[in-house]
């Protein structure tokens, strides 16, 4: 299988030549040539596989350059009941992605019982583990650099704590995340692991990031790599649990589903787009944005119209607080044909700061064949739909799932079982929590009392060249 640019100037690569890298060379994202088909008979045999046999299943599709009995080792170490330990009461890890019946056709696939309690495990845990054997076929090594205001980070660190060939210099705004989330990362004492706290926001701390990628020589001589979630291997490992969950929320292969799911940069419902261009009997993809509502408005507009930091929300769905989905470029892609001439034009726009309407074009008629449809919804529906939950079926949900279901309710199909995807525990969410509720979050058995851990971080002001001394001083390789 090899994989080719959204914007149409790149070379096709092989699943292993892309895995490092980021974007393509002519700024389009990777996909692969042509979606591989499952067939009836595929489907029939992957009901009964577990979680993990299902991973290799859907993944030798897709990473056909790696050695079959590699990629089972590696899946294998990746999906097991002792990685996605922190189920709740009612559900069994050994399910990897439990499903939680609400009543006959609703449901929740838990993806968020994995070190860090958010679904960005699924995936990232995969990432580090393929990571570390792809650096050490190739005897090399990566500093992989980010900036986070709290999932993505902590994701990333429990995924490569440890690994060989491996460092992660991790910039976080100093003061500005929860105090669980900054528990969460700054108690990791694994040497590979850097938390650098910037004085500053976010977007102080993003700026570094970008200005030391842009020094290619720097970048290029330290090799600086990132994870963040264009990466092709995260969008393959999330195509599994939209398998995992029909199996599990259907009795045949003849049965059509819903999914609801909670977005911020697309990465997640593009997976579930993926699965269903693969055959997945996926009725309807709801997209659910919160006040952030830049893909909602092109679900119901055709407009797709970026909006710049200063016009994003902070919200108690912080995670889906962004306003530039760095992978609705694939969708468009499917949508266009696969025209990569159309989708060099509409990101000419959006790259200048401009936006682009497919309204009155021929691809805005497409759209729901590709059964998109999408809604938004605000602190008080978080709230409202986190109270309703606990007291009509005693379920506990984050503010983020709570925006899916939300959307999902009003947006589904009567006759189709609708899957709602829990993207985070409630435990990482508790003032919202205890604003809903009145109460304090479950929290998995692990994670009692780890504010009162050790912290390993260093402090910085906001300013490239300090960071970059002390990557200098500690980067790998
Ligand atoms: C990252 C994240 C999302 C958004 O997922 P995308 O792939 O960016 O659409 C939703 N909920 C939670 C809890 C997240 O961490």
């Known amino acids: 299988m090899k994989y080719i640019s959204t914007r149409g100037n790149a070379l096709a690569k092989t699943f292993t030549e892309i895995l490092l890298g980021g974007l393509a060379p002519d700024g389009g994202l990777y996909l692969p040539e042509e979606y591989p088909q499952v067939t009836r008979a595929e489907l029939d045999a992957w009901r009964k596989l577990s979680y993990a046999d299902l991973a290799f299943a859907v993944l030798s599709k897709f990473a056909d350059d790696i050695p079959a009995n590699d990629l089972k080792r590696i899946v294998n170490k990746t999906y097991t009941p002792a990685v996605y330990c922190n189920t709740r009461t009612g559900s069994d890890a050994r399910d990897i992605t439990p499903l939680r019946t609400l009543e ?24 580090g583990n393929l990571f570390e054997y792809a650096l050490g076929r190739q005897r090399d090594e990566l500093n992989i650099l980010g900036a986070t205001s709290g999932d993505t980070g902590s994701s990333a660190e429990y995924a490569m704590r440890g690994k060989r060939g491996i460092r992660v210099f991790m910039l976080s705004p100093l003061g500005k995340m929860s105090r669980f989330q900054t528990a969460q990362m700054f108690s990791l004492q694994d040497p590979n692991i850097f938390n650098i706290a910037i004085r500053g926001v976010f977007d102080n701390a993003q700026d570094i990031v970008k200005a030391v990628s842009n020094d290619h020589t720097f970048k290029a001589k330290h090799k600086i790599g990132t994870v963040n979630s264009i990466n092709w291997a995260r969008v393959s490992a999330q195509i599994v649990y939209y398998f995992k969950g029909y199996f599990a929320a259907t009795k045949s292969n003849d049965e059509q589903v819903a999914f609801s799911v909670p977005s911020g940069n697309f990465g997640n419902i593009c997976a579930g787009h993926i699965a269903r261009m693969m055959g997945l009997p996926i009725g309807q993809l709801i997209l659910a944005t919160n006040e952030n509502d830049v893909l909602d408005e092109f679900f119901r507009t055709g407009v797709y119209r970026p909006r710049s930091s200063d016009h994003t929300y902070h919200t108690s769905s912080p995670s889906m607080d962004i306003s530039k989905a760095s992978n609705f470029e694939r969708f468009i892609f499917d949508l266009a044909g696969r025209d990569a001439a159309r989708v060099r034009e509409f990101w000419s726009r959006v790259d200048a700061g401009g936006a682009f309407d497919i309204k009155g074009t021929p691809y805005w008629d497409e759209v729901p064949h590709f059964r998109f449809v999408s809604g938004k919804s605000c602190h008080a529906d978080r709230i409202k739909t986190i109270r309703e ?74 300013d490239v060249h300090a960071v970059k001394d002390f990557i200098t001083q500690h980067a790998a390789g």
Request: hydrophobic fraction near 45%; charge should be negative.
């Open 104 to 127: 006959p056709g609703l449901h929740i696939l838990e993806l968020s019982n994995g070190p860090t309690l958010a679904f960005k495990d699924m995936a990232m845990q995969l990432l």
């Open 389 to 462: 939950l606990w007291e009509e079926y005693g379920v506990m949900i984050d503010t983020h799932t709570a925006d899916g279901l939300k959307v999902g309710l009003e947006q589904r199909r009567p006759s189709l079982p609708l899957i709602c995807l829990e993207t985070a525990q409630p435990a990482k969410f508790e003032e919202t929590i205890r604003e809903a509720l009145g109460r304090e979050p479950e929290r998995p058995a692990a994670m009692e009392g780890i504010e009162n851990l050790p912290q390993r971080v260093v402090v910085m002001v906001a």
